[in-house]
């Protein structure tokens, strides 16, 4: 196994920099360049987790800078090998310069995520929780960051290797009795105590892979489609809400074409707006595909602005609406009346379409008028449920997809036990359901599936 290292923080000037050294000869490659402030002090006959002050020097023994050097030994660290962390200023130049006399000394350069797999092969951490790590990395919200630390400290992985250890004590039983076929007489696996055990695993596997729906949002965003007919001030409304021109904005009908995204922290909460282009008949072939992503977008959306320019023809809009009613059930809506400041409140329209459960706000994108107020609103039409740190939350494609698998494998358990199928299918359908729990935590992962999973990670880390 080779010794990498990489710059651990941010790219670019700062107050300070770490650069990570990893691997069998991390010690000795570091006191190769390392100059300890207090002679014998070099980093090979270190304790663990002791600070050392010193100088790092290049060529002919000249001093690149004045660091302070940290040693961590294996197992006992982030990677389970033996590693130097050398804080150093944040110079860019100096930076480039200790990497260059770490490879010129032996080391190379780490891989993206190549020091959270290392952490991985060594058994540090599972695959649930080196994605976690990533995701902790990524966050940018207090849900983004309390699912992923609640992930990355294993209370996803402890609940997938209590189910795991229940289905292979009845697996091996099941196998067991497939052993001594020719003795049909024996039943080693009771199935009613199985058919208990399918019962509670489902109802487990069901639970998590539902709560994926909350967890996407947490992570990505709660998906809000801002909708309306064509100028009636959506892109206006996505540059208020986002405080920047995101959005072109003009007075000519169909400016947006397609789809614009972006996400907000509001109150805590990510939320994911989606600019949609105004919904029009048209013979444009390129404003059509805009309109058919609106729709797309619309499908997609928890939540749905419902754009009305006030200074417009109502039975207009009320035919508009008419047209996207079907695909407004199961969402929280939110009628916005746009350009309230030229109009005055009491000359607000009353609809003749049922805006029962609805939420309606008087808004002028332009001015930002009442922009705060629907920013509050929208958290409180958000729909997360308030989570607690014993939740177990699903944020992971790959996750929600291993335990749909799983689910469709124990279901066909659950309907051989009940149609008296015997032992071998039942069993293989175990085995399946136990491949799909395991593939998660990565005891089962092909080297491309990790290969995949963490050159998503900065190279740092």
Known sequence: MST????????????????????????????RIFRPKKAGKSLSTQKAYTL???????????TIDEVIAAVFRAPHS???EDTVEITCHGSTYIQQQILQSLISSGCRIAQPGEYTQRAFMNGKMDLSQAEA?????????????????????????????????QLLHFTSLMELELDFSDHEELEFADRSELRTLADHIEQVISKLAQSFSVGNA??????VAIIGETNAGKSTLLNALLNEDKAIVSDIHGTTRDVIEDTININGQLFRFIDTAGIRETSDAIEALGIERSFKALDQAQIVILMYDLTRDL???????????PRLTNKSVILAMNKCDVLPTSSLPTFSFPTEGWHQIAISAKSKLHIAELQQLLTEVSSIPTLHQSDIIVTNVRHFEALT?????????????????????????LRECIFHLSDIVGEVTTDQVLGNIFRHFCVGK
């Open 4 to 31: 990498i290292c990489a710059i651990s923080t941010a790219p670019g000037v700062g107050g300070i920099a770490v650069v990570r050294v990893s691997g069998p000869d991390a010690f000795k490659i570091c006191d």
């Open 52 to 62: 050392t002050y010193g100088s790092i020097v290049g060529n002919n023994d000249e």
């Open 78 to 80: 982030f990677t389970g």
């Open 133 to 165: 790590v990533a995701d902790l990395i990524a966050s940018t919200s207090a849900g983004q960051h309390r699912l992923a630390l609640s992930q990355m400290r294993g209370g996803f992985s402890k609940e997938l290797a209590e189910l795991r250890n």
């Open 218 to 223: 947490i992570k990505n965003g709660i998906p």
């Open 315 to 325: 039975k207009d809009f009320e035919a508009f609406y008419q047209e996207i009613a």
């Open 405 to 429: 698998h799983a689910l469709e494998a124990i279901h066909r358990v659950q309907e051989g036990l009940n149609s008296s199928l015997s032992g071998d299918f039942i069993s293989q359908d």
